[in-house]
Structure formats: structure tokens, C-alpha cells
């Protein structure tokens, strides 16, 4: 059998997190009634002209700065020509020759450990198209064209992948870093980050690349697994069977789970790019640039190594916790509140926290328990007012609303039994009701140790200081 | 630089104009023309000249990010040849 | 300074209009009545309007007496216009003389337009044109050719054929055009009348629709300069709605208007006066020119070496701006569609089709073939190389000059379907203007005589931004000579 080798190149489509259109001052908001969205520059109306918004720009800047890209200080808008219902002017303001990004470089993590450095060739500001919708009209296709005028960067990758998987880890790199950014909101089920993927396979050491195609409507991580999985396989077995590989466009098909063929789109298209006259060049000073850099975030990666430096988190729970803003955020302002205990807070955000937002679908922006509310319950961990598996029920208590962790253990009398007096008083109670047992323990049967510690704990509901009650209960027993 | 009937009718698709066959001859002959005037240009040597794309020196001059615009739907409706339910109708659209 | 009879309104200037308003010689209401008169009178005959909006006109002719009643009317309140047809106007079909839009009720108004009606003018209707801007002999309207006031038979020039007939004719005291290649100046000068096409960027596109948009500009046409400068003080200014309009002050054109031309250096271009030139108009160019150095202005040959390359170098870039332009006009959100398409394809190319004329089709088709793969570089950029190099000419030649002059175009009006199987004679007929449309310089045309019955036009070309020194030396020539004066007999 001949070894084969997967070329894959993504264009990802992130939308921008305008305000307003990239063109217009009609909003970008999504879900809106059809066509509300649309202002007279949106629908190509005779005689108007676009006016490029200014955060559009500042967005592609910081994305450019984010992956160490070259900005350029004087980019291009171009006109895309092509003919389609939901592009109302017949033309597409794209940049073509002279993009405002240009050769940047994001590092992936592989599975087995290690990471690869992916070029990203370009990135360009655009404009989307509108929707054409097919149910409920006999024979006739709905354009809503709310979404036309959206900002859009579309990033455009080096062939530099090598497998689906890698594609998929780039894909969710660059997702992160967009989200990151605060440039996309990244919900990629209304469609703000999508992606088309260019796939060729090659004999393995054959210099040269195969013949492409270009994957369209890859809307999800798993999509793009999949869509790029199927492809491979068709190519080997194509060329494998005598056959050659077509350059095309091919649509993924998530209910068959197949690639096909968009041939009745694609005939001889001629994009007729030239120079947009109606938008001069696009000039960024260094100012503009400055300030751009100035409200740079600090980046993932950068964040997750100073996790593992200055809360000795270890690799992987650094990237758990890095994986958005929000959730470092959160994590940070929990150890700052409690001030310290960083493995502690940890375990908690990573936990319990975790736990609840998934069960309930929710991001940590919508958790009910803010950061210091939980620092409020780590420290009563902390003090020993409480002990680990108390803090469990505080916890879903604070989850519930029923207040701050000291009124909750307070209104439940959950504060740990310290006294020893009263652990003893307990655990001497709980000696008198099991005498049989007691008696099997003192002959040697050791395992009996734990029914005591339950007993002991069941009779303090919880709340009897586990340490205190090992040391008092070993003395005891011994008689 | 001369254009056939053939060659119009491709230009005339890109352009998603119908030309009709009988009047294809008379727009090559007149693209024809208008290509043979324009090869006038060829006569100089434009080497190292940068191609002036708009007549003033400018850059862009962007505009603040605010939504400026309230829905005026109907009102860009009343002129549409066919809507439905807020949607412009077109053919069945393939994809 | 007299003030005009009533019977004689319509012959008089908007400058001399807005002083008799100001008087109270007469309302703006019964200024606004005579001219629909004369338009309902004439037009039928010269076919300069498309659309003549009377009720509306007097409306705003009502306003604008209420507003001088208030004391807060300005040198244009009630002073009746026209538009042409290019400029959207709310309420009111914008047909850009094309079947196309025939049926476009414009759902917003240009800024032009917004501009003047801020100023107070009253709009009288909207003027006929070559579809699309795209003509110099106004014959290829959907609504059919305009005539020319002097003469019947003779074609007005275009693309603002009907403004500059209309003002011929005195059915306008003055009218909006836009100028693309000579689409002010060319109509002016076949029509004996006054039309400046400021600097690209000093009159905002927004709501004009577009031609070529890297050489589309709006301006005025009317009988004298001095009217000139006061509708372009009105419409000019800077619009945040348009990228490439200038932010820079407006200045005064009216206060600059009578300075001396004592020492003023005119540039005649060689290339201007040459070869394809009617004697005639040679003859009659060169009598305005004797009279400039009357006027104290001394005459210098220069020479715009690559002003040959000017035609070739527009009939890529202007085609392969419109074949873009136009493609919105796909019969989906506005304006015409087919009856009953079979499919998408068959919507599109039936609906642009039928709703676009012969030179419209040619231009689009032009434009596409340039753009298209493989062609670019060699038609495209060159192009614009060339557009380059006939900039540099003139910033050379305006080292030495203040100002130039030539003739506006090398014969006079032709006659009506002439050339209108020809497009290549045709577009000869624009070779002094469309250079200037190139660098995004100012020229204006102002008339100079006649030869036989038809008007002569002399072209003035101002460096970047210096409309106001071509109002002042077309003014300056206006007062010592009369043929500004002069109106077609048929429409006295």
C-alpha cells in the first residue's frame, strides 16, 4: 500500500464584533426580522457609497499583532465581481492584492505533547454576503439581507496541516485567540466563525502538491474533522483507482456525512477583482498601530505559562483554565480574593464550578457564584470551619442564592466540630452502641477502623473535624 | 484586438447580459472597434509608472463605529418588483 | 441694478432672480409658475424633462416665500431648478434616463440635492440624459434625444443634455449635471450656456448614481458664471456619507468673482489646437482668447504630451467602473424585471437586457472583457498608468500657468442620429474634457460665439481645487462680452 501525505489549508471567517456594519451604520445584531437590518447602502440602493468603519480596522490590527503579522501600513479595498442573489451590488468589497494583515504564525498543541507553528499567509477585512432562504416559497428562493455588510476577517492559512486533526486543533487555537481578542464572538452556531478547507493528499516525499478542493460549510469542529477525514479517503481512493482529482468546490453534507460536488455554482468563475473607487487606501499611522497594541490582552498562550509560573498549576490545568478570558479572569480574581491557596481555587473552578455550569449550559460569565463568593467558601475550607464534603452542599447552596457561604453555614449549623470534648463525647457514643464491632477491631480486625470514623461522622452530621476525629478515635479504640 | 461573436457571448455571460444571437455580430464588431482605439495606449511605455487608481492623493477616512441606522424596511420594499413576508423573491436558488 | 419685469422672468439670471425676490418684485410661487409654463410650453418639442414635478415645485416655491417672509432666505430661496435625472430624489422617479429605472421612485435624496434644498431652490422636475451618463449626444435616453435649443436638428451633447437644453431654452434658470468625461462641459458648450465640473472630491457623490466612480462629478450648468458660482457654493462641501469627498472649507465663489485677470498666465496646449479641430471653432476660440489678453491675461504655449491617450485610457477605466457599478441592477430589490424567469440565470440576463439601452450593454461589455482574467494587466493597469502620466502633464503644466484654456469640444453640436451608429466618432467628440475627468481637475465652459447658429464652448482647466479662479475668469470675460446674453430665438 502507498503512503499518502494530507495537505490542508483553512480560510476561516470570523465575523467582527462590530457594532455596525463594516460599510453602513445599520447594526449588526443577529436574529433580527428579515431584512430590518438592511439600510440603503446594505441593499446596493442607486447612488450610495460605503464609509468603512473605523473598529472594523482596528479589529484586523490587533488580530495582525496577535499572530506577529506584518500590518500593513497602506491596504486595498478591491471589488469581488460576481453575480448572486444575496449579494446585492454584484460585487463583494473585499481586499485582494494589498490585505491590512500579512504573514503571521500561530502554535498549535498536538496530541502527542509537542506543537507546530502554522503561517497564516494573510488576513483581510471584507464584507458578508445575505442569506438566501429556501422553505415556504414554492419554487422561489427568500434573500434577507441583514447579514449583508458584516465585517469579516477572513484568515487564510498556510498548507501547513497535515492532518484533520491538526486542522481541527488550528481551527480551535484560532477560535480561542479571536474570542481572546474580543474581535469575534465566536458562535459558530449563528455562524460568526466558519470555515472552508483546501485539501490535497501526495505521495509521501513528493515535493510537489496534489490537486486541491475546497471544502465549504464547515460550521463545526466536528464537521471539519469529518468533511476533511471523507475527503482525504475519496482522494486516495480516486487517484488509487486510476482517477485524477478535480479542482472544485465541494459542500460538506453533515447528514451523509460526505463531500460533494458544487459544479452547477462553479462555472468559470471570473472575480474581475480591481481597486474599490469609491474607498480610497486604507493608511494606518503609528498611532493608530500604538493604540491598537496598547489594548492588546494578554494572549493564551503567554497567560497559561504564567499560570504554571505563578500559581504552580501544572500544564494541563493552566490551559483549562486559560481557555477563555472570562474563565482566568474568574480564576484570578478567586485566588486574589482568598489570597492564595492557587491549587486550592483550582480544584474548585475546575470542579465543582465546572461541574454546574455544564450541567446548567452556562459560561462562567453566567455562573450564579461570582469569584469572591467562592473565595468565601474556600477560605472557610481553609480555616477548617468547614470540611471538604461540607463545602459541597455550601456550595450548592451558593449555587442555589441562598447568600454568602458563612450565613448558609450559619443558617445550617454546619460549622465543624472542633472541640474535642464534644468529638469525644460522640465518638464515645458511638464505641457504646457497637460493642460487637469494637470487640472484632481489638482482635485484630483493622479494616473496622473506617465503619467507626463513618459512625462517628454520620452521628455529627458531617460536621465532626475528620483529622480530630482519626486521632481521638485510634486513642480510643485502643482502650 | 479582435472579439468574435463567440467571445462576446462569454463576456456577455460573466456580465449576465442576453445578447440576442442576431445583434452578437454587431457588438463584436463594436467591441472590436473600441479595443483597436484603446490599443492607442501601447504606443508608450508605462514601465515603472504607478497606476493611479483615484484622482486625489487620499486615504480613507473611516467612520465611527455606531449603528446610524433605524429599519426602514417598508419603505425599500414599496419598490421592489417581488416580496414576500420581508424577503425578496428570486428563483429557486441551487446550491 | 434692474430689476426684471415679470414678463421677462424666465430670461433673466439667478443672480439677478434671487435680487428681485429678495425686492419683492415677485414671489418665488409666480417665478415658479412661469417656468412650468414655459416647460409645459417647450418641453414637449426639446424633450428636456423626464419627469416635472409642478405640484411639489410649488409647494416648495410656498416654503420658500414663507421662509423669506420670516427673513431667513438666502441668495437662492425660491429660485427654481432642475435635476438631472441622476440624482436621487426622495419621492420622485430617478430614472437615470434608463428603462432600468424607469419605475425608481428614489427612496432617499443625494446630497446635492439635500444641499440645495437647504439653500431654498425650488426643484422644477428632473432632466433628461444619456442612459446612465453614458453618451455625449443625449440619444441614448430611454426617453429619447433631447433637441438642441439652437437648433432643432442639432443633438444638445451629453450626458446633460436636458439640463444644458433647458437652461438653452429658458425652462431653467439653472440645472444639476454630473460629468464623468464632459458630461457638464461638452452639453454646455453645444447649448451656449455656462457649466463648471469641480475638482473630484469637492462635490459629494452620495446619491448620484454612479458611472465611473473614480471620475464621476456633480456640478452646475446655468447661463453665466457668476449663477455657476452661486449654485456650486450651495451643492459643494464635504459629506461623510462619501469617502472621497474633501473636508475643506467652501469657499465664496461669488465674493472672488471680479478679480482683476491683470498678469494671469493661460496655458493654450498645443495638443488642443490641433489636428481634429473644426477651423471654425479655432476661429472663434481664438477671438475669446484675443479678448483675455484685452482682459490683461497673457497667453503661454504649453503641451500636454499624452492628451492622445486620453480616450483610450478612459474607455477602460470608465467602462470597467460601470460594468461593476451597474451590476446591482439585477431586478431583485428595485427597478426593472423580466416577466415570468425561468430560473436565476434567465432573471438576471433578461431583466439587464431589456433594461439597458445599446451603449449602456457596449460599455458594461468592454468593462468586463478588461477585467476579466488575463486581461487586466494589459488593459486595466495599463490604463491607469496611462491615467498617470496625463495627471503628470498637468501638474507640469500648472508650474507654468494658471490656468488653461481650449476649445470644450472640436466641432459644434452635431446633428441628431449623426453619429449614433459610431461609437468610436462619438466618443471623439469628448477629447478635450475626458483628460481633465482623469486627473480630477476642475474645467469649466463658458460660451464664446457660434458658428452658424450653433454655439461655440471655451474650456477652462483650473488646477486641483481652484473652481473659484475658473468662475472668476470665465466671469470676467462674461462682463465685456455677451453671448452668455444671447437665447435661442424659437425660445426667447
Known sequence: MMEWETVIGLEIHAQLATQSKIFSGASTAYGAEPNTQACAIDLGMPGVLPVLNREAARMAVIFGLAIGADVARRSVFARKNYFYPDLPKGYQISQYELPVVQKGQLTIDLEDGSSKVIGITRAHLEEDAGKSLHEDFHELSGIDLNRAGTPLLEIVSEPDLRSAKEAVAYMKKLHQMVVYLGICDGNMQEGSFRCDANVSVRRTGDPKFGTRAEIKNLNSFRFVERAI????????????????????????????????????????????????????????????????????????????????????????????????????????????????EPKLCANWVMGDLAAFLNKENRDIAQSPVGAAQLAGLLRRIQDQTISGKIAKEVFEALWAGEGDADAIIEKRGLKQITDTSAIEKVIDAVIAANPEQLAQYRAGKDKLFGFFVGQVMKLSKGKANPQQVNDLLAEKLKG | MSLGPAEVAKIAHLARLAIREQDAPAYARNLSAILDLVAQMNAVDTTGVAPMAHPLDMAQRPRADEVTEANQREHFQAIAPRVEAGLYLVPKVIE | MNLPSPTAMHDQTIARLGAGLAAGEFSSEELT????????????????????????????????????????????????????????????????????????????????????????????????????????????????????????????????????????????????????????????????????????????????????????????????????????????????????????????????????????????????????????????????????????????????????????????????????NLARFDGVRYGHRCENPKDLLDLYTRSRAEGFGAEVTRRILVGTFVLSAGYYDAYYLKAQQIRRLISDDFRRAFDQVDVIAGPTSPTVAFNLGEKVDDPITMYLSDIYTIAVNLAGLPGLSLPVGFVGQRPVGLQLIGNYFAEDQLLNVAHRYQQVTDWHQRSPVAFA
Not at chain 1, 480516486?238 to 460536488?261: H, N, W
Not at chain 3, 442612459?131 to 439652437?150: D, I, K, L
Not at chain 3, 451656449?192 to 458611472?211: D, E, F, L, N
Open chain 3, 33 to 324: 409658475r412661469v417656468f412650468l409654463a414655459r416647460i409645459e410650453q417647450f418641453n414637449p418639442g426639446l424633450n428636456a424633462f423626464i419627469t416635472v414635478t409642478a405640484e411639489s415645485a410649488l409647494a416648495q416655491a410656498r416654503a420658500a416665500d414663507e421662509r423669506r417672509r420670516r427673513g431667513e432666505a438666502g441668495p437662492l430661496t425660491g429660485v427654481p431648478i432642475a435635476h438631472k435625472d441622476i440624482f436621487c430624489t426622495d419621492g420622485v422617479r430617478t430614472s437615470c434616463g434608463s428603462r432600468m429605472l424607469d419605475r425608481f421612485i428614489a427612496p432617499y435624496n443625494a446630497t446635492v440635492v439635500e444641499n440645495l434644498a437647504a439653500a431654498g431652490v425650488v426643484m422644477l422636475g428632473k432632466t433628461n440624459m444619456d442612459e446612465f451618463a453614458m453618451g455625449s449626444s443625449n440619444e441614448t435616453s430611454f426617453y429619447g434625444p433631447v433637441r438642441n435649443p439652437w437648433d432643432l436638428d442639432a443633438v444638445p451633447g451629453g450626458s446633460s443634455g436636458g439640463s444644458a437644453a433647458a437652461v438653452a431654452a429658458r425652462l431653467t434658470p439653472g440645472a444639476t449635471g454630473t460629468d464623468t468625461g464632459g458630461s457638464i462641459r461638452q452639453p454646455a458648450a453645444l447649448c451656449g450656456i455656462t457649466g463648471i465640473k469641480p475638482t473630484y472630491g469637492r462635490v459629494s457623490r452620495w446619491g448620484m448614481i454612479a458611472y465611473a466612480s473614480s471620475l464621476d462629478q456633480g456640478g452646475p450648468m446655468a447661463r453665466t458664471a457668476e449663477d455657476c458660482a452661486l449654485l456650486l457654493g450651495a451643492m459643494a462641501g464635504f459629506d461623510r456619507r462619501d469617502s472621497t469627498c474633501v473636508d475643506r472649507p467652501v469657499p465664496d465663489y461669488v465674493a472672488l468673482l471680479d478679480r482683476p485677470l491683470h498678469g494671469l498666465k493661460i496655458g493654450l496646449p498645443r495638443e488642443y489646437f490641433g489636428e481634429g479641430l473644426d477651423g471654425e471653432v479655432a476661429r472663434v476660440v481664438e477671438a475669446a482668447i484675443t479678448e483675455y489678453r484685452k482682459l490683461g491675461a497673457e497667453m503661454v504655449e504649453i503641451s500636454l504630451p499624452n492628451s492622445q491617450l486620453a480616450i483610450p485610457a478612459y474607455y477602460v477605466i470608465a467602462p470597467a467602473e460601470c460594468s461593476s
Open chain 1, 229 to 340: 477525514e471523507f475527503e482525504i479517503e475519496r482522494q486516495i481512493d480516486l487517484i488509487e483507482a486510476g482517477g485524477k482529482v478535480v479542482q472544485e468546490t465541494r459542500l460538506y453534507d453533515p447528514d451523509q456525512g460526505e463531500t460533494r460536488s458544487m459544479r452547477g455554482k462553479e462555472e468559470a468563475n471570473d472575480y474581475r477583482y480591481f481597486p474599490d473607487p469609491d474607498l480610497l487606501p486604507l493608511v494606518l499611522d503609528d498611532e493608530f498601530i500604538a493604540a491598537a497594541r496598547a489594548s492588546l490582552p494578554e494572549l493564551p498562550d503567554v497567560k497559561k505559562q504564567r499560570f504554571v509560573e505563578q500559581y504552580g498549576l501544572s500544564s494541563y490545568d493552566a490551559g483549562v483554565l486559560t481557555a477563555s478570558r472570562e474563565l482566568g479572569d474568574y480564576y484570578e480574581a478567586t485566588v486574589a480574593a482568598l489570597g492564595g
